[in-house]
């Protein structure tokens, strides 16, 4: 870590405001899960989209400016040095660099069950460091303010609206959760975020009782994460369950 940088320890969860790769001593973990990013800004702007407001224009975010570009996601994605890190690698976005994996083994999101065409894809694919695992689909409504009931609608609100995204790439928490599932984490095993975002991940892993490293260089993505982080540890501790 370097001067500037910021630590923050949320219960079990390890929060560092950094690059990944400038974080020292990172203990090997039982799993590295991440949605990392991987060129889509090659493509899309992501960091014009407009943060959404809630209903009588009140704003669940504490700035009104556009998101923050993704750091790294203007450039094609390397995994390679994540994939030697941890025994379980899952990377969602992996269709978009499955030319630069080895083999393995693919979990699936269908982010439109209800069988509408979205105009960025249908859904996204997660590669698993694991062989001759069967093919598994998640399917989960996420498009645009459409968004099944899960962690987001019981539990993210500010007044009495849901709120839908902090991130523009965010992922369901109810989808990491699965992941974490899928890939067969050992009980109480460490998992790693090195793309962090805004904490999907973490909640995911705490809500599942694992202690949890998340890495993010965004500051208003990782504020965003501590809170996010910060409320799941408190309903664990008041449920001592899984929501």
Same mark, same amino acid.
């Given at each position: 870590?370097?001067?500037?940088?910021?630590?923050?320890?949320?219960?079990?969860?390890?929060?560092? +405001?950094?690059?990944?790769?400038?974080?020292?001593?990172?203990?090997?973990?039982?799993?590295?899960?991440?949605?990392?990013?991987?060129?889509?800004?090659?493509?899309?702007?992501?960091?014009?989209?407009?943060?959404?407001?809630?209903?009588?224009?009140?704003?669940?975010?504490?700035?009104?400016?556009?998101?923050?570009?993704?750091?790294? #996601?203007?450039?094609?994605? #390397?995994?390679?040095?994540? +994939?030697?890190?941890?025994?379980?690698?899952? +990377?969602?976005?992996?269709?978009?660099?499955?030319?630069?994996?080895?083999?393995?083994?693919?979990? @699936?999101?269908?982010?439109?069950?209800?069988?509408?065409?979205?105009?960025?894809?249908?859904?996204?694919?997660?590669? +698993?460091?694991?062989?001759?695992?069967?093919?598994?689909?998640?399917?989960?409504?996420?498009?645009?303010?459409?968004?099944?009931?899960?962690?987001?609608?019981?539990?993210?609100?500010?007044?009495?609206?849901?709120?839908?995204?902090?991130?523009?790439?965010?992922?369901?928490?109810?989808?990491?959760?699965?992941?974490?599932?899928?890939?067969?984490?050992?009980?109480?095993?460490?998992?790693? #975020?090195?793309?962090?975002?805004?904490?999907?991940?973490?909640?995911?892993?705490?809500?599942?009782?694992?202690?949890?490293?998340?890495?993010? @260089?965004?500051?208003?993505?990782?504020?965003?994460? @501590?809170?996010?982080?910060?409320?799941?540890?408190?309903?664990?501790?008041?449920?001592?369950?899984?929501?």
């Amino acid at each position: 870590m370097t001067p500037g940088e910021r630590f923050v320890q949320i219960g079990n969860a390890t929060l560092y +405001l950094a690059e990944w790769e400038e974080v020292d001593d990172l203990p090997r973990p039982a799993a590295i899960i991440s949605d990392p990013p991987y060129g889509q800004a090659l493509k899309v702007k992501m960091g014009k989209r407009r943060i959404s407001k809630l209903p009588g224009g009140g704003k669940y975010h504490p700035t009104d400016r556009a998101y923050p570009a993704i750091q790294g #996601d203007d450039k094609p994605f #390397d995994p390679s040095p994540l +994939l030697s890190m941890a025994d379980i690698v899952a +990377l969602w976005g992996a269709h978009k660099f499955a030319d630069r994996l080895p083999e393995g083994s693919w979990l @699936c999101w269908d982010k439109v069950p209800n069988g509408m065409v979205r105009l960025q894809g249908d859904g996204e694919a997660a590669w +698993l460091n694991q062989r001759e695992r069967p093919l598994r689909i998640f399917r989960h409504l996420w498009n645009g303010l459409c968004i099944a009931g899960g962690y987001e609608t019981r539990n993210e609100r500010v007044g009495q609206a849901a709120v839908p995204r902090h991130h523009p790439t965010q992922k369901p928490v109810d989808l990491m959760s699965w992941t974490i599932t899928q890939a067969r984490v050992p009980q109480g095993g460490l998992i790693l #975020d090195p793309y962090m975002g805004a904490g999907s991940t973490g909640i995911a892993a705490v809500l599942a009782g694992h202690p949890f490293i998340g890495i993010e @260089c965004e500051p208003i993505y990782f504020d965003a994460a @501590c809170r996010r982080i910060e409320a799941a540890q408190r309903q664990r501790q008041l449920f001592g369950a899984v929501a």
